[in-house]
């Protein structure tokens, strides 16, 4: 009953005309800026100036897309981790243009709706991926040194560390593919950090189709979401 009460509380539409009126919008498109570039600039144009713009991306730039949107000032970063219906923290994030006023509506509206916010400036990956995906290309370069096993890496972080699962067996779960698209966008537009590399095995592994769960074959044989084995030879 709650289901069903849920899904008849929502109005499914591909016509972007039926946001014009509405108070807040959550954009969750694929992490692909040109995309985003045209979506938020329709959006500004067609959309009631009251309207608050909020993104999901995980990777890209808040301020980038604010200025797409033509209301920078109206314009926040909420970045839900997945599985949503499971995980209790949403990133809300500010840029030097977002209005106080707006973003304390956003980062209210996150709590009203039985989540955790936690506040962040517009810096690449936020919080979790700031301090998330450098150390899984640490541990990938521990790989492409041959410092340690694959399955020693994992086991250290989890039973050393406390983390659920080690990061190799991580970076398969997310997708290794989606791993190279994060840290291959960083390193083009910050060429500077040195903590935005890309590992040799990772960028082999992708150009050989070997994308981790997804594929059934990266730092692990996978069936389904079944982990196996660690891959004897990663190319």
Not at 213 to 220: E, M, N, P, V, W
Request: proline share 6%; hydrophobic share 40%; charged share 25%.
């Amino acid at each position: 009953e709650d289901a069903d009460a849920a899904l008849g509380s929502i109005n499914f539409t591909t016509d972007l005309s039926a946001l014009v009126d509405t108070d807040f919008i959550v954009e969750a498109v694929i992490e692909n800026i040109d995309l985003k570039e045209t979506l938020y600039t329709t959006l500004g144009k067609e959309c009631d100036p009251r309207t608050i713009f909020a993104s999901n991306t995980s990777s890209l730039s808040i301020m980038e897309m604010a200025q797409f949107s033509g209301r920078p000032d109206k314009f926040v970063g909420v970045h839900f981790f997945n599985p949503v219906q499971i995980m209790k923290l949403v990133e809300v994030i500010r840029t030097h243009e977002t209005d106080p006023e707006v973003f304390a509506r956003a980062h209210a509206w996150v709590s009203e709706i039985g989540k955790v916010p936690v506040s962040c400036g517009d810096t690449p990956g936020f919080i979790v991926n700031r301090l998330l995906v450098p150390a899984l290309m640490q541990a990938m370069l521990m790989v492409d040194r041959n410092d340690a096993s694959i399955k020693d890496i994992d086991i250290s972080m989890q039973l050393g560390a406390g983390h659920p699962m080690g990061p190799l067996h991580l970076a398969d779960y997310i997708g290794l593919d989606t791993c190279v698209f994060i840290v291959e966008g960083w390193t083009a537009k910050y060429p500077d950090e040195p903590a935005f590399i890309v590992p040799r095995c990772l960028k082999a592994m992708v150009e050989a189709g070997y994308l981790g769960r997804k594929s059934g074959r990266g730092f692990y044989h996978w069936e389904g979401d079944k982990r196996g084995d660690p891959v004897e030879s990663l190319t």
